[in-house]
T-cell receptor, first 112, second 114 residues
């Protein structure tokens, strides 16, 4: 079983601060996705990273795929209350079984 | 509709009851997925359809779980003889083609087994 461990599990910070969420695995993934999920809703795709070392920016969010394609990070600059939610990474296997394996999740709360 | 819809949104069942959860994917989406999400955890894969064919059911936790998509659009996840450990949110997602392409999730059905 491929595991994607996210850290921290919970994060509560003041509005305006910066933060980084990590997604780590011992397995190689062909691509990795980040989702945000709000209470009572399904996850919503934020980004897909495919190439090792790739960096993608989405407004105040910066996503990076590790060089070895085993890990990823999400950095949020100047966090806003609207960023509150459950952040999930999900990896696509590199071994032909292309199911999405979701990480353990990071619950982020931004305090106004 | 514009997105994936699921019904019912909430279901309370007595232990031993059978339940059926419905998913209406985005029109034209070939792939359909079911996931189980425990409280505060990430979704876990249950099963996958490409059109009407169930190509992967390796995530179904027991033979009490059964899914179908007979006409390649609407799907139903059925749980027989529900147990308390079946309590979770059941998410449905669809995508245009390949497994790993952007999956669009429904709001989920929250199942509580008493």
């Amino acid at each position: 079983t491929q595991l994607l461990e996210q850290s921290p599990q919970f994060l509560s910070i003041q509005e305006g601060e910066n933060l980084t969420v990590y997604c780590n695995s011992s397995s190689v993934f062909s691509s990795l996705q980040w989702y945000r999920q709000e209470p009572g809703e399904g996850p919503v795709l934020l980004v897909t990273v495919v190439t090792g070392g790739e960096v993608k920016k989405l407004k105040r969010l910066t996503f990076q795929f590790g060089d070895a394609r085993k890990d990823s990070s999400l950095h949020i600059t100047a966090a806003q209350p609207g960023d509150t939610g459950l952040y999930l990474c999900a990896g696509v296997s590199n071994f032909g079984n292309e199911k999405l394996t979701f990480g353990t999740g990071t619950r982020l709360t931004i305090i106004p | 509709g514009a997105g994936v819809s699921q019904s019912p949104r909430y279901k309370v069942a007595k232990r031993g009851q059978d339940v059926a959860l419905r998913c209406d994917p985005i029109s034209g989406h070939v792939s359909l997925f079911w996931y189980q999400q425990a409280l505060g955890q990430g979704p876990e894969f249950l099963t996958y359809f490409q059109n009407e064919a169930q190509l992967d059911k390796s995530g179904l936790p027991s033979d009490r779980f059964f899914a179908e998509r007979p006409e390649g659009s609407v799907s139903t996840l059925k749980i027989q003889r529900t147990q308390q450990e079946d309590s979770a949110v059941y998410l449905c997602a669809s995508s245009l083609a390949r497994l790993w392409e952007a999956q669009y999730f429904g709001p989920g059905t929250r199942l509580l087994v008493l």
